[in-house]
């Protein structure tokens, strides 16, 4: 199992240009997540999806667009990058049945310019 | 609104000291808690967690917590570190009511000195 995968591992954008972040899951959860993470901040919560088919804002979504394009994949779009938008992206999964244990991927780090 | 504060930002260690990290979150209701490790260059990655029964609990790699429901805490432990303990340890809460959102304290870099 490779677990939560994260594409791509590092991206360089101006400020104005687009880009979508994937992310993809192979333990069968059905709860996906988009945090980033910020030095003294921890990780915040931009989106999440509870079950496939659903979405919901978490506490940072302003500039974000997600898809749960299946039960697997979960992408997080940014559809005019700012530099307050460098960070670094983790998705996560977890089962919808608590503790909710979360899983994550490796990181995207995100240099907005 | 809930939240999870972690005292320490950085601690410094030599190899074979005590280790305690503390955590304090702000809810009234019913939590899950965890206890998450990032080691240098790779992803966040479950250490502990508690759902429910004896409030002491055990976690990978000798790391143990307790949660102390009247103080709102969990803090984690361990009674002697090794150098491999570098990283930065993030505690989180989600609560029984609160639907699918994890919050997450500001962390605290961990390093051991050889």
């Known amino acids: 199992n490779a677990g939560v995968t994260q594409t791509p591992k590092f991206q360089v954008l101006k400020t104005g240009q687009s880009m979508t972040l994937q992310c993809a899951q192979d333990?069968?959860?059905?709860?996906m997540y988009w945090y980033r993470q910020d030095p003294g901040m921890g990780l915040r919560l931009i989106y999440y999806?509870?079950?496939?088919?659903?979405?919901d804002k978490g506490e940072v979504p302003n500039g974000y667009n997600v898809s749960r394009l299946n039960k697997r994949e979960f992408s997080l779009r940014l559809e005019s990058a700012a530099p307050s938008q460098t960070s670094v992206y983790f998705c996560?999964?977890?089962?919808?049945?608590?503790?909710?244990?979360?899983?994550f991927g490796p990181g995207t780090r995100l240099l907005v310019l | 609104a809930q939240s999870v504060s972690q005292h320490n930002h950085h601690v410094i260690l030599s190899e074979a000291a005590s280790l305690e990290l503390g955590c304090n979150y702000s809810?009234?209701?019913?939590?899950?808690l965890f206890w998450y490790v990032q080691y240098p260059g790779q992803h966040l990655q479950l250490l502990l967690k508690?759902?429910?029964?004896?409030?002491l609990v055990k976690g990978i790699k000798g790391f143990e917590a307790e949660f102390i429901k009247s103080k709102f805490s969990f803090n984690l432990r361990k009674p002697s570190v090794q150098w491999s303990d570098t990283a930065e340890y993030f505690c989180?809460?989600?609560?029984?009511?609160?639907?699918?959102?994890?919050?997450f304290g500001a962390g605290t870099r961990l390093f051991v000195k050889a």
């Open positions: 999806s509870a079950s496939e088919g659903t979405t």
């Open positions: 996560a999964s977890s089962e919808v049945d608590r503790p909710r244990t979360q899983y």
């Open positions: 333990m069968n959860h059905n709860s």
């Open positions: 989180a809460v989600n609560a029984r009511s609160g639907g699918f959102k994890t919050i």
């Open positions: 508690y759902f429910s029964g004896d409030p």
């Open positions: 809810y009234g209701g019913t939590v899950n």
